[in-house]
């Protein structure tokens, strides 16, 4: 099967720079609006056969464009919710940031034992992605969206999709509704496919200005933080 997995639109907390990743999180900006609505055109050449969600709020918001589009009911699972942030939540502060992002880029480097302070470590969070991606697959879809956050997507791909090169994935930031696709099944594997260069929908619903730590890339953590001090 083919997912493809998108991160969700903009939220309150991606322009103010904050680490939320707790239940049940924020709704969009109005950027984020527009960014979901751009969705369907965007997948208009592609089959969909089912939209997955998680269960933050932001992502029901993202898919809903397109499950209208194509008169589906999206899947909620618990497993595609973003990797908690422990004590980490709710912060501001780039070297915090920069701590969160370098621990989950290890788990793809193969460290799972390193553990987000206050959070989860590798296995936890990579055992309970892999179960809800299991649980999309037992659907018999040839084709899903799912519709998850920008560290969880980054996360599990660098750790499970054979063909990644993981320094360009923790380079390169994912944009709210950025996609990474990948094939195969949980039984054989999963390769990556590609990634997209922005939101779906378009560079021009990108916001090069928020500070958004989930998203941006570990460089960009690193530079922030060397030129606060």
């Known amino acids: 099967m083919r997912l493809l997995l998108v991160r969700h639109g903009q939220t309150p907390s991606n322009v103010a720079g904050l680490l939320d990743t707790a239940l049940p999180g924020p709704g ?14 965007a997948l208009s050449g592609r089959v969909v056969d089912g939209v997955a969600v998680s269960t933050l709020v932001r992502t029901h918001l993202t898919a809903a464009p397109l499950v209208e589009h194509h008169g589906l009911e999206p899947l909620e699972l618990d497993g595609l919710r973003e990797v908690d942030a422990g004590d980490l939540e709710m912060s501001a502060d780039h070297d915090d940031h920069a701590l969160y992002l370098e621990t989950v880029f290890a788990w793809g480097r193969g460290e799972p034992g390193r553990r987000v302070p206050g959070g989860p470590d590798g ?15 037992r659907t018999g879809w040839e084709t899903a969206v799912v519709v998850s956050h920008g560290a969880a997507i980054r996360a599990w791909a660098c750790a499970r999709a054979a063909g990644v090169d993981v320094d360009r994935l923790a380079w390169t930031p994912l944009a709210n509704t950025g996609l990474v696709e990948v094939e195969g099944d949980p039984a054989s594997g999963w390769r990556f496919v590609g990634l997209s260069d922005g939101p779906l929908g378009g560079a021009f619903l990108d916001d090069l200005v928020a500070e958004d730590p989930t998203g941006e890339s570990v460089d960009e953590e690193e530079r922030r933080a060397a030129a606060d001090d």
Do not use: H, M, S
């Not at 900006?29 to 055109?41: F, K």
């Open 123 to 137: 296995t936890e969070f990579l055992d309970r992605y892999d179960d809800a991606l299991a649980a999309v697959a």
């Open 28 to 41: 969009l900006t109005a950027l984020g609006a527009r960014q979901a609505a751009a969705i369907p055109d």
